[in-house]
């Protein structure tokens, strides 16, 4: 049998509808904790039901932070994901994995009760 890596990707956007303010910036603030669970949780459901979904093992909300569109009114969200990679795979379709979440947030507008700014998505 051959070996499998872990290796992660980073997940970014922007939520509209998640007003920004200083406990988000705090890592070990309950606001922080409380709202990096409920993001991992989406993106987990969102990815387990992917292409990846049998290999994919988790995501960890990083960081939030000022959104750029509208002074406060918006949250950015910086996650990191993991997956197994088994050695005789290809690398990761970032671009198919993207469509993929696109799909599944309604065209990068809808993450369960959240707003998405449709242009915020990234994949890397």
Do not use: W
């Not at 960890?60 to 997956?83: H, I, S």
């Amino acid at each position: 049998t051959t070996a499998a890596a872990l290796e992660h990707f980073t997940i970014n956007f922007t939520i509209t509808n998640l007003p920004y303010n200083s406990d988000l910036a705090t890592p070990d603030s309950a606001r922080f904790n409380t709202t990096g669970r409920v993001m991992a949780t989406l993106l987990d459901r969102l990815l387990k039901e992917s292409s990846i979904g049998p290999r994919f093992l988790g995501c960890e909300t990083t960081a939030f932070r000022y959104g750029p569109a509208r002074q406060g009114d918006d949250t950015g969200v910086d996650a990191v994901c993991t997956y197994r990679r088994e050695a005789s795979a290809p690398p990761l379709d970032r671009v198919g994995l993207y469509h993929e979440v696109s799909s599944k947030t309604r065209g990068i507008t809808q993450l369960g009760p959240y707003s998405l700014d449709k242009d915020s998505l990234y994949l890397n």
